[in-house]
């Protein structure tokens, strides 16, 4: 079973939140049902922690449960992991409405604004 959080965190590796903050930009079909939330941590903790290369996705928990995508690519300057990117996609609207309530408990467990492009 999923664990519950009061705070909303992301994980890349199990029971250790990741404390880099990411830039997390959105795109949607034009019809809204479908989509895709692209995170890029720049320089995470879980680049320091991993030892074997075993970070296998991004996981998001919340009150509601967790969200899960094993989309996850790691970007290196000079042979240097140096930043993660990972991708969560959405297949209906209630997927996306469930995104976005993370999102704002996410932004909000972490002092940090949503802006509307």
């Avoid at 590796?13 to 995170?39: K, M, N, V, Y």
């Avoid at 320091?48 to 690519?73: C, H, N, P, Y």
């Amino acid at each position: 079973m999923a664990e519950l959080k009061k705070n909303a965190t992301i994980r890349f590796l199990e029971g250790i939140d990741e404390t880099s903050i990411p830039e997390i930009r959105l795109t949607r079909s034009r019809d809204g049902r479908t989509g895709q939330a692209f995170f890029t941590f720049e320089e995470p903790q879980a680049l320091s922690a991993v030892k074997d290369g075993s970070i296998q996705g991004m996981s998001m928990f919340d009150e509601e449960g967790e969200l899960k995508t094993r989309e996850v690519k790691a970007r290196f300057v000079n042979g240097t992991p140096s930043a993660l990117e990972a991708t969560y996609v959405w297949k209906s609207e209630s997927d996306f409405q469930r995104f976005m309530r993370f999102a704002k408990r996410y932004a909000s467990s972490n002092g940090m604004g949503y802006s509307e492009k």
